[in-house]
């Protein structure tokens, strides 16, 4: 189990008033969206280490000390952000997937989430990721037309490396699939000198890649799809 697997029953124990607030922490609210805010809030200030060690204590429950050795913690997003941060002018949706895709584990509870049509689960998880209230419908619109809101360049590019994807996984290379999509480079340059769609592109070099597809969600919109989240 990693950190997260403990985390996140926890959290939900704590939301739902089935635990007590441990050491550390205070809660007051009683409204739910309320609540939400601040335990998002603590939680961001604790860290997620400090809050599982305390949980286990609190329970008497003494936990493998390699689970704390994984990089799990959540990213910090301020409420606002500055001008000079990467983050500026950035839409919530993007923000959260970069929050998401820091993580395993948070893209496989998001796909479950999203899959089940948990939206109190993914209001949960919209707060303590960017602290903002972000609708599950309306995330799940934007993704799907991702490309609509982009240049022509990445509409092209789109179209191009989701093809290219559809056909791997047709053809059973997902081993190749998943190493684009991961942004593995020699994999792209192998690949764009064999793919017919690639091989008399000009344009189709890695940065285009990058530039289009996998700095704009595209890579998780595709492993959303391939584990069966509707968009």
Known sequence: MTLFDYYLPYMQELFEGKRLPP???????TDEGERMKELSAQLAEMGMERFVRACAEQDGTVLPEEIFAQDTEFPEVPAEVPADDPDAGKHAFEVFLDCIALDDDLVKYLIEVLKNKDWKEFYKLSQITTKM??????????????EDYGTDEERA???VMDGCMERLKAEGKLDVAAALLSGDQKTFEIFRCEAPELVNLPCATYGWFARNYLDRDYPIRTIMKWNGVAL
């Open 157 to 159: 590019c789109v179209a």
């Open 133 to 146: 209230d972000l609708d599950p419908h309306e995330f799940l619109y934007w993704l799907g037309h991702r």
């Open 23 to 29: 050491r550390g922490m205070t809660l007051t609210a």
